[in-house]
């Protein structure tokens, strides 16, 4: 093995933050702070998010770390039974060292994956005060805390895409290379990629400029699919991977690539074993339909491709120039890597949820790319994050766990 590949260690592009109770607080004149996301008990003295009149407790799915699998529960969770990393970004360093991942992006909790929580308040104005204010904090506390350990992650004004591509500018000069967004943004009441008024034209164009990524993570679009109304929640979970399918098909045909060479997204915690089935599928169908797709005929109530030369359209090229998967423990989707690509695949380890390998995070991981050429391990464990979000993890601490 060449001496400048450490494979001891992991980059993961999907984690989160349950807020610190006094994120806000802390960083809000005093008059607003009761109006911004802060923190009550109820009689029982369980602890629960406040904000625009609405009351919002932690799920315990989302801050397993350290229990076992039978002690797993959806049941509100108050902090002081979570685990510290859940939290405190000096506390989440201590469990990184000790599961062999060097570096984390974190998407955040109350706020929801893309920020949906501020684009749906009643006050939008006092709703980016309170945006800004996470992206201040993600950059400067979180990050901050631990230099070279976190990639920040920030939060985008869905509902003004002007002004959200200002805030991506003046996070861009802090150090910010990716940015929050919706798989979906129809279900959010917000107008989809496919928008032939260009509604999110600001947003791309500004990510194109800045060469911020577009992170986008299953359940961003505020859904969880039903096979059907009254289909097990288990068999619903399990099926949630045709969200993330769906946002790789709908941004292969949007011509937003075409429009916007430098543009890349993210498809956070949506796995890969799905991909090489949906390529070949995509190729088909361009190959079969974009005849009578060109002439303009519509088929039932389904849009056109308007915004899209289907004729110079090439699926695989698109995807490998713009499209990263990212995994927790894929094992066809790491046997189908000649299909995916191996510069298009990230790792992720998903703490402090219920799908999360840690503490082994490390291990699974290299035991899924132990079988692969070196370079390639490096390339999935950090090195392809490493590029993706222009990013230069600190040097690792100690050894990670084998």
């Given at each position: ?31 607003d702070r009761d109006r911004a996301p802060h923190m009550e008990f109820d009689d029982t003295g369980l602890d629960f998010w406040v904000y625009d009149g609405k009351k919002f407790p932690s799920s315990g799915l989302s801050a397993v770390v350290g229990k076992s699998k039978e ?332």
């Amino acid at each position: 093995m060449s001496a400048n590949l450490n494979l001891d260690w992991l980059i993961s592009v999907d984690d989160h933050i349950l807020e610190p109770p006094t994120l806000w607080i802390d960083r809000l004149p005093k008059a607003d702070r009761d109006r911004a996301p802060h923190m009550e008990f109820d009689d029982t003295g369980l602890d629960f998010w406040v904000y625009d009149g609405k009351k919002f407790p932690s799920s315990g799915l989302s801050a397993v770390v350290g229990k076992s699998k039978e002690e797993f529960s959806p049941e509100p969770l108050p902090y002081s039974e979570m685990r510290p990393g859940c939290y405190d970004p000096v506390a989440r360093v201590e469990d990184m060292n000790r599961a062999g991942i060097l570096a984390s992006l974190c998407f955040p909790t109350i706020t929801r994956f893309c920020g949906q929580l501020f684009s749906e308040a009643k006050d939008l104005e006092f709703g980016f005060t309170c945006l800004q204010t996470y992206n201040d904090w993600i950059i400067e506390d979180w990050c901050g805390a631990a230099p070279g350990r976190y990639i920040p992650l920030i939060l985008i004004p869905l509902w003004d895409p002007k002004l959200a591509a200002k805030e991506m500018e003046r996070c861009a000069n802090k150090g910010a290379t990716t940015f929050a967004f919706s798989e979906n943004p129809a279900p959010l009441g917000l107008p989809t990629i496919h928008d032939q008024g260009g509604y999110w034209d600001p947003v791309f164009a500004a990510a194109n400029e800045l060469e911020m990524v577009a992170s986008m993570h299953v359940g961003s679009s505020s859904q969880v699919p039903q096979i059907a109304p009254d289909a097990p929640f288990l068999a619903n979970l399990a099926w949630g991977a045709t969200r993330t399918s769906g946002a790789m098909l709908s941004w292969l045909f949007s011509g937003m690539f075409q429009r916007f060479p430098k543009l890349k997204i993210a498809l956070s915690e949506g796995e890969i074993g799905w991909m090489p089935y949906f390529l070949e599928r995509a190729e088909q169908v361009l190959d079969k339909q974009r005849h009578w797709v060109k002439k303009g005929v519509r088929f039932m109530d389904h849009a056109g491709s308007h915004s899209v030369d289907l004729d110079t359209l090439d699926i695989r090229a698109t995807f490998r120039d713009h499209i990263f998967g990212c995994f927790i423990d894929d094992e066809h989707g790491i046997a189908s890597i000649d299909t995916i690509g191996e510069d298009n695949i990230m790792c992720e380890t998903d703490y402090p949820h219920s799908d999360s390998t840690w503490p082994d995070c490390i291990t699974v991981v290299k035991n899924r790319i132990k079988h692969l050429p070196e370079e390639t391990q490096y390339k999935i464990l950090r090195g392809n994050a490493e590029k993706l979000y222009r990013f230069t993890p600190a040097e690792p601490p100690v050894l990670a766990r084998t």
